[in-house]
């Protein structure tokens, strides 16, 4: 109520005069602009801040940290639709003396979020002030959440193309800011999207350009990248590799039985070194870099690679080669672990009696 008072005379007596008048809607109508002021102003400020991150992984960590710390809220949080249809949680903020949950929350079986999806599909969040409202309609749910300590709970789809991708949300807002907490979420949503397209976008390229995309191991650029991130006061190994008979393969059968033999040898030599750096650096060409790695290890490992490339028949020419330190010219390193690698191919073709060309 506002409240008017007055004192007034009347037949020489004073009367104190009062009017008030309900203002009670004109309350909730002013109440509704400040917390809309509020939220646009914690929206501009969180993506201002967010945009200033130097990857989209970023982007997103500050962004779910800002609106914790905004909402009052314990954990938030990105959860990721799989393509095998399971989720798993992404991305983390968690508030001081909380738990992290997310490794927790990796492959968690559709039917776990079942419920959810069907109300993101008709364009519903989920706003929970008392999970154990959910006790008895959702009791796997309900155990989930409550092992996490949760108590309140809001969280909001992630639409890309019309399709729900995923989820974020908050963990035990106040209940008194509920709605402020949904529409904040809900708002900022779109921003979250963008970011995974963006990520997205960025892992892509970063394959495009590092990756050989017949084989799916290291291309040149991510071999230079390898050399040039190695400690050079440390041992390296080279495994030097030739597919031999590839051009009789593709003469002969054609060049998609050819990429199916380039793919055969490369995932051969993966099995083997694929702590290390492997790479495609040829139509023919694999080379393995073993950074830091012991003479004795790396000897054994040669052992056992020379036996299975034998015992299972894998047409490869190798070369290795191992020095103390890595700060010796890496083409020189390289170039000895080559010229073993056509040693071993003349040898090849020596006891097989193939004329090397033809």
Same mark, same amino acid.
């Not at 008895?136 to 749910?141: A, S, T, V």
């Given at each position: 109520l506002l409240t008017k008072d007055t004192i007034v005379e009347y037949n020489n007596r004073l009367y104190r005069l009062n009017i008030s008048i309900d203002v009670s809607e004109q309350e909730k109508y002013n109440k509704a602009v400040r917390q809309y002021e509020d939220l646009e102003k914690n929206v501009n400020e969180a993506i201002r801040t967010a945009m200033q991150a130097g990857t989209p992984d970023d982007a997103i960590n500050i962004i779910l940290e800002y609106l914790g710390k905004t909402l009052n809220g314990e954990r938030t949080y990105v959860v990721e639709k799989a393509e095998n249809n399971y989720d798993n949680n992404t991305y983390e903020w968690v508030a001081k003396g909380i738990t992290p949950e997310i490794d927790r929350l990796q492959n968690l079986p559709p039917e776990v979020c079942e419920n959810w999806y069907i109300s993101f599909n008709e364009g519903n969040p989920i706003v929970l002030e008392?999970?154990?409202?959910?006790?008895?309609?959702?009791?796997?749910?309900? !155990?989930?959440?409550?092992?996490?300590?949760?108590?309140?709970? $809001? $969280?909001?789809?992630?639409?890309? !193309?019309?399709?729900t991708i995923g989820f974020y949300g908050v963990d035990n807002p106040p209940i008194h800011d509920i709605d402020y907490v949904r529409n904040m979420l809900e708002i900022t949503g779109y921003f979250i999207v963008a970011q995974i397209m963006n990520r997205d976008l960025f892992r892509e390229l970063h394959d495009m350009s590092y990756r050989d995309q017949l084989t799916k191991v290291g291309n040149r650029h991510a071999m230079r990248k390898y050399v040039k991130d190695m400690n050079k006061s440390r041992s390296i190994g080279v495994v030097y590799c030739d597919i031999t008979g590839l051009k009789r393969v593709n003469d002969n059968e054609g060049h998609a039985a050819g990429d199916t033999l380039i793919r055969k040898c490369c995932s051969f030599v993966n099995d083997f070194y694929n702590d290390y750096g492997v790479f495609r650096i040829g139509g023919d060409e694999i080379l393995v870099l073993c950074s830091c790695i012991d003479e004795t290890e790396f000897r054994s490992r040669e052992n056992t690679f020379r036996t299975a490339v034998a015992e299972n028949n894998i047409p490869l020419a190798v070369g290795f080669s191992w020095h103390e330190t890595s700060g010796k010219s890496i083409g020189e390193i390289l170039g000895e672990a080559e010229k073993n690698m056509y040693a071993d191919k003349a040898e090849y073709y020596r006891k097989s009696g193939i004329e090397r060309r033809k």
């Open positions: 008392d999970i154990r409202d959910i006790i008895h309609d959702n009791p796997k749910q309900y !155990e989930i959440l409550a092992a996490q300590n949760i108590h309140s709970i $809001v $969280v909001v789809p992630l639409y890309h !193309e019309g399709k």
